[in-house]
């Protein structure tokens, strides 16, 4: 049985970057509503937007919408987060996956709240559990699933929906990459009764197949770059399609429009 649901702060601040709403709260401020809609079990969907994420809502039309109606839009890379404090919030924090990932398990193993964790492969899934069940053993882990890349069959796609409504759990990381795992999200919201959260490249990172950025790269907001000399071959076609337009909208942005506070 669901419990009963309570009153949560719908109209959350947020800024405009580059014509897309990114919520301005502090970090802990976000993990709190997060962690408020996981004991409801609401169905929610958070998005953890950088560049390229923007990017592709920008470009691909299916998307923008889907980014513009989500429940929640962190700020993960540090370009949002400069854009947000030029817009008024001075204190932005940066909201990374990652991170996002690493507090809500530990709040979640205070608080009773088990969480599910769908996508990537299996050998990944494996590595993490190894982890999770040494930094959180009070966590509770619904379930740990990889999904096949192709597209899923209408009866193997309501067996998964199935699966993670049985299971109790208030909280889904979903690691499909983006845009795919966004519109996943998108297609079950109300379907799927927990808050949804994209993590896109932090299970390996978190399974330590993938290295993390050291912290003064992440806030030189040069993990992109740390990024790519891990993979050159995969990321060298993302960053430059994408970082240099996304350049030029801020600027144009902030040109156009010049140094307009967040709204609440």
């Known amino acids: 049985m669901l419990a009963p649901q309570t009153k949560i702060e719908e109209n959350l601040p947020t800024g405009n970057v580059i014509g ?14 997060m962690m408020e809609w996981a004991k409801n079990r609401l169905s929610k969907v958070v998005c953890i937007a950088n560049v390229h ?3 592709e809502a920008y470009r691909d039309q299916e998307f923008t919408p889907i980014l513009n109606g989500a429940d929640l839009v962190t700020p993960d890379g540090m370009p949002l987060v400069w854009m947000l404090r030029l817009q008024g919030a001075h204190r932005q924090e940066r909201v990374p996956g990652l991170d996002v990932m690493f507090s809500l398990c530990k709040q979640a193993s205070i608080e009773g709240v088990s969480i599910f964790f769908l996508g990537s492969q299996s050998v990944i899934l494996k590595q993490m ?10 966590l509770k882990i619904a379930g740990m699933e990889p999904l096949p890349f192709r597209p899923l069959t209408i009866a193997e796609d309501e067996a998964i929906i199935q699966q993670l ?12 990459g983006c845009p795919k795992q966004e519109k996943w999200m998108f297609a079950h919201k109300d379907r799927v009764q927990m808050v949804m959260i994209g993590l896109g490249g932090a299970f390996p990172v978190y399974a330590g197949i993938h290295r993390h950025a050291p912290k003064f790269v992440r806030l030189a907001g040069l993990e992109w770059l740390y990024r790519l000399l891990q993979e050159p071959q995969r990321l060298w076609g993302r960053y430059s ?5 996304f350049l030029w ?7 156009t429009s010049g140094k307009v506070s967040c709204r609440n």
């Open 20 to 33: 897309f709403p990114v919520t301005s709260l502090s970090f802990q401020a976000q993990i709190s509503v």
């Open 53 to 55: 994420m923007l990017i």
């Open 129 to 138: 559990r190894t982890r999770l069940e040494h930094e959180f053993p009070n």
């Open 165 to 176: 409504n049985q299971s109790g759990a208030g909280i889904l990381f979903l690691a499909l």
């Open 241 to 245: 399609s994408t970082i240099p337009i």
């Open 249 to 255: 909208l801020a600027l144009k942005q902030l040109l």
